[in-house]
């Protein structure tokens, strides 16, 4: 047997509808922007692995300081111990944050990072007395798939077997010129209930591509912090200088009170969760009373091998090289999105830094069940392209090391793609 039929016989992927899913890829090999299937097809990863890999796949440097890890510690128990490179990253990372981030606890994942920033939010209240137990969060939101990031984003056909059992959330409308005002009055009316909002900044991912604009969040995380109201950004994915600068954050003034980060926090290499906040949020956990404890952790918190893999990452994002394939996978973007946004197949074309969305017009809504994306997602893999429709919409996300050549061959395989399909 195959790679392919081995895995059919004993293994449950995500997402995926096993009956009727088609066989999925044997990948073997990573170079790059490149991945290798077992029989040695070429694919180049559009969608940089599910947003995760921002340096380019087996990265050497990586890799080095990975295999150093290894020979020096592989792990330790976070609870009452520390390690050299847990202390590095969050030194590192707290210098390019914003001021305000003082703290930082580390986690597994994008979703547990998200599970860790409720929890502050929730026992923040309660460690003072009070009861606030509803969040705010924007419709269409996805923060992850346990409990309480399911709870936090957007009800849809991926939460209906669970809906009954997530935590109540007040879903507003994402901010414009139009309804800004009517938001901030929403705030005002629920600010004694509320312990916390929660937002991806910039850009809804896993909701479309949805994006909009920074000076009306940034009015809102303004009004949150006039009335009370703890505020959690997302930078699980639009982290590390996806939206063009090195965090979504960076596009905004005002700042918030906790960060959410995993994804390319690695370079793409390992599951690494990381949940930051202000120190007046970690002082109200500071007491003589253990039960305002944040009691939460992982038996792999703080992996040594996974802060090495970040650090090592950090290096390379921080690298003026990096800053330099930012921009020119944002001109490459930005000329594209000109050629094809009158297209009559094309509703729509949206573009924030290194992402480019474009919406194909169907006739219907747009749904992240269109029968188009098995159709657009199989024809592009045949040419070559990891691209993962969502739904109607298509993007590109790409690692920063993509070549001009291998941009330019998946713009024409769409264009081609809109004259064929």
């Known amino acids: 047997m195959n790679l392919t039929e081995r895995d059919l016989k004993i293994i449950w992927h995500p997402y995926t509808q096993m009956k009727t899913a088609s066989p999925p890829v044997a990948i073997v090999r990573g170079e790059g922007a490149l991945l290798f299937d077992e029989n040695g097809k070429k694919y180049i990863d559009g969608v940089s692995s599910w947003w995760v890999n921002i340096h380019g796949h087996s990265h050497p440097y990586i890799a080095q300081k990975v295999a150093e890890q290894l020979t020096k510690l592989e792990h330790v128990i976070f609870a009452g111990f520390t390690h050299p490179t847990a202390v590095e990253l969050a030194e590192r990372l707290l210098a390019i944050l914003p001021d305000n981030q003082q703290k930082v606890f580390y986690s597994d994942n994008g979703s547990t990072a998200i599970e860790v920033a409720i929890k502050m939010c929730l026992q923040y209240w309660n460690n003072q007395g009070q009861t606030r137990t509803k969040m705010l969060a924007f419709k269409n939101a996805y923060h992850g798939d346990t409990f309480g990031a399911m709870a936090v984003s957007g009800r849809s056909a991926f939460t209906a077997a669970f809906d009954s059992l997530l935590f109540e959330v007040e879903f507003i409308d994402l901010p414009n010129a139009e309804n800004i005002v009517s938001l901030k009055s929403q705030i005002s009316s629920l600010k004694s209930q509320l312990a916390c909002f929660i937002f991806e900044p910039l850009v809804q991912g896993s909701g479309g591509m949805i ?18 109201v703890l505020t959690i950004d997302d930078e699980v994915f639009t982290g590390f200088g996806r939206t063009g600068k090195p965090f979504a954050a960076n596009h905004f003034n005002e700042q918030p009170d906790i960060m959410c980060f995993s994804k390319g926090l690695t370079g793409g290499t390992m599951a690494l969760g990381l949940t930051t906040c202000t120190q007046q949020i970690f002082d109200v956990f500071l007491s003589d009373d253990k039960l305002k404890t944040l009691f939460h952790g992982h038996s792999f918190t703080a992996n040594p091998v996974a802060c090495s893999a970040a650090l090592a990452s950090l290096d390379l994002f921080l690298d003026p090289a990096t800053a330099e394939n930012i921009e020119r996978i944002k001109n490459a973007h930005a000329q594209f999105a000109e050629r094809v946004k009158h297209h009559p197949k094309i509703k729509t074309v ?44 298509i993007y590109i996300l790409p690692p920063y090391c993509i070549t001009d050549a291998d941009l330019n061959y998946i713009y024409s395989k769409i264009e081609q793609a809109l004259g064929e399909i």
């Open 211 to 228: 994006m909009y604009e920074a000076q009306y969040l940034n009015e809102l995380i303004s009004h949150c912090r006039n009335e009370g």
């Open 350 to 393: 949206r573009l924030t830094g290194t992402i480019i969305a474009m919406e194909w017009e169907t006739g219907d809504n747009t749904s992240y069940f269109n029968s188009l994306r098995d159709r657009l997602y199989h024809y592009f893999l045949n040419a070559g392209i990891i691209l993962r429709p969502l739904g109607n919409i």
